[in-house]
């Protein structure tokens, strides 16, 4: 493989990892979430200031990078918890949009010249690049898909899916939706942060706009696309979204208006996504597999 | 004082805008409970097409109306082909939507009329005034008369026609509408028509104001009328005017006279959460 192929494979399991967590809000808890980007930055500037003025190496850091991100994750999932629906889309770009603001302004977080410097990953004394990179990241794509399949199966999972299809029948079934609401928002900003860490130790160069409203955009393009609430839909999204623009260079100019097109067709004739339920893909499925199996 | 005064006349005017951008967002959202965020990009090509009209022509009332008829069947289609049949769907399904609309949108205008800035000379047929050494331009004094002819034109329509009724009656309850035997498809249609229009009005009122036309100018606006529409309550028109306005003035005083670290585009997203947090209906909202 090429080295060209491995960044960009390495760039599709980091957005499938920050995506998978947006998948447990989105998809498993049906909080819409357009601020995604904001935690993905969060971790990603707490691992560079770790690494870059506190010294820590990136193993080191990783958990306080992934605790950092959770507890802001908590703390900005209250004020979202007072709001539902289109207020909480609304309220989620407005948290996007002054984090942003944030490290783009003061001058701790490196304001607009962003954060450089960012030391590669060591490993049993190797220096972590290219094609060993994207095999830690691959590990920790596993891990994040491991662990949704888990959390998909047990009672905190269960009682996410009954709040997002019927809030108030599962609180009166003794779900509280507080609890389960922040559990998904802290889990899925967690992944946000273990993202943003290896992103920030892979292109060891930060800066605000990476992580503005049009990369939650994305995020939110690649779990609707791939299929809401289910295991794989973040990375098949993933995929498809990382591997499109390359496929579409022949295009040039016209990438992103092909791009931005597609998008509009999939939600318009097929909004449960590819592997979404009543999707093309679910239907041939359930159509060769016998009934009682989904 | 009378730097005061005039940074006051340069805010309202600035909430003007504003308003003007937002209408056509709350009429919407009153109407299909639809987060319309491609309405931003609605106003982008109704400064790109009055520009190339007032260019064609050499008549700014040509330029601006035909910016008007082209924006409603832009608004209208959109409408028909992406939000109708995405009602049905949960609210984030017709957001997405919405926003590839939107970046679509301002692709096609950056491929069509390129990605450099392009300048709108007109001036404006509107006087200009000097009260106690304060001079109002000619450009504010348009920017005044029109929002408030808008606004009338608005309030006279939704408030004295049948059509108005027909409106209030559908944003109430669309199948009782159409028990009543209103069209309410039609109604629908001719909401985004009117805010569209509106919309066509603001981008060139915005064109000639900066002089500025630019394929990525709907960007902010599109987030920011967004925090409008919440802090006036979704929805409620009247309050997305006076949030409007309020920001406008906000913005430009703290701007002259605060020396706060963040960007005033982080303000409205401030104020919003600040709202929802204490007041969640908004402004004038009802719920």
């Known amino acids: ?294 | 004082m009378q730097l005061f005064i005039e940074q006051l006349l340069n805010g309202v005017a600035m909430g003007s805008i504003y308003a003007l951008i937002t209408l056509g967002l709350a009429l919407v959202y009153g109407i299909l409970r639809i987060l319309h965020i491609a309405h931003a990009a609605i106003y982008t090509v109704g400064a790109y097409v009055g520009l190339f009209l007032f260019k064609l022509s050499g008549s700014l009332i040509i330029g601006v109306a035909g910016s008007m008829v082209f924006c409603a069947l832009l608004g209208v289609g959109i409408e028909r082909f992406v939000y109708y049949p995405l009602l049905k769907y949960p609210p984030y399904v017709p957001l997405i939507g919405s926003i590839a609309v939107m970046l679509a949108i301002e692709e096609l205008c950056r491929l069509v009329a390129g990605p450099q800035i392009l300048t709108f000379q007109a001036v404006l047929p509107f006087p200009q005034f000097q009260i106690g050494g304060i001079t109002v331009s000619s450009t504010l004094t348009a920017v005044y008369c029109i929002t408030a002819l808008v606004l009338l034109l608005l309030w006279y329509i939704t408030s004295k026609t049948e059509l108005g009724l027909a409106m209030r009656a559908v944003s109430q309850d669309i199948p009782i509408a159409d028990a009543m035997g209103i069209n309410s498809h039609l109604i629908v249609s001719l909401t985004f028509a009117i805010g569209s229009a509106i919309a066509a009005v603001a981008g060139s009122l915005v064109g000639i104001y900066y002089n500025q036309v630019y394929p990525t100018m709907g960007t902010v606006p599109a987030y920011k009328t967004l925090a409008l529409i919440v802090v006036g309550g979704l929805g409620s028109v009247p309050g997305a005017v006076v949030a409007s306005l309020l920001l406008g003035v906000a913005e430009t005083l703290l701007i002259g006279y605060a020396n706060i670290p963040l960007p005033r585009d982080a303000l409205a997203f401030i104020a919003m959460i600040a709202v929802l947090m204490w007041r969640s209906e908004g402004l004038l909202g009802s719920r």
């Open chain 1, 1 to 294: 493989m090429n080295a060209y192929l491995i960044t960009i494979a390495t760039l599709i399991c980091i957005n499938a990892i920050v995506a998978c967590g947006l998948n447990v809000i989105v998809g498993f808890a049906g909080q819409i979430s357009l601020g995604h980007a904001a935690f993905f930055g969060i971790g990603a500037y707490s691992a560079a200031l770790l690494a870059t003025k506190a010294g820590l190496s990136f193993w080191a850091a990783l958990p306080l990078v992934v605790v950092i991100t959770a507890l802001i994750g908590l703390l900005l999932g209250l004020p979202s918890l007072r709001v539902k629906e289109d207020f909480l889309a609304i309220t989620t770009i407005g948290i996007n949009f002054i984090v942003e603001a944030i490290f783009l302004y003061i001058p701790f977080f490196g304001g607009a010249l962003g954060i450089g410097g960012i030391p590669r990953i060591m490993l049993f004394g190797v220096r972590l690049k290219g094609l060993t990179f994207f095999l830690l990241c691959l590990f920790f794509l596993l891990l994040v898909l491991a662990f949704c399949w888990w959390f998909s199966r047990s009672w905190g999972g269960l009682a996410c899916f009954a709040l997002r299809e019927e809030e108030s029948a599962a609180a009166s079934m003794g779900i509280s939706p507080v609890r389960f609401k922040l559990l998904a928002f802290v889990i899925g900003t967690a992944m946000a942060g273990l993202g943003g860490a290896l992103y920030a130790h892979y292109i060891r160069f930060i800066s605000a706009t990476d992580f503005s409203f049009p990369v939650s955009v994305l995020l939110l393009s690649i779990v609707v696309l791939g299929g809401m609430g289910t295991l794989w839909g973040p990375v098949v999204g993933a995929v498809i979204l990382g591997a499109l623009p390359e496929v579409f260079r022949p295009l040039v100019d016209y990438r992103f208006l092909f791009y931005m097109l597609l998008l509009l067709l999939m939600i318009r004739y097929q909004p449960a996504g590819l592997l979404g339920e009543g999707s093309m893909v679910h239907r041939v499925f359930s159509l060769l597999l016998p009934e009682g199996k989904k």
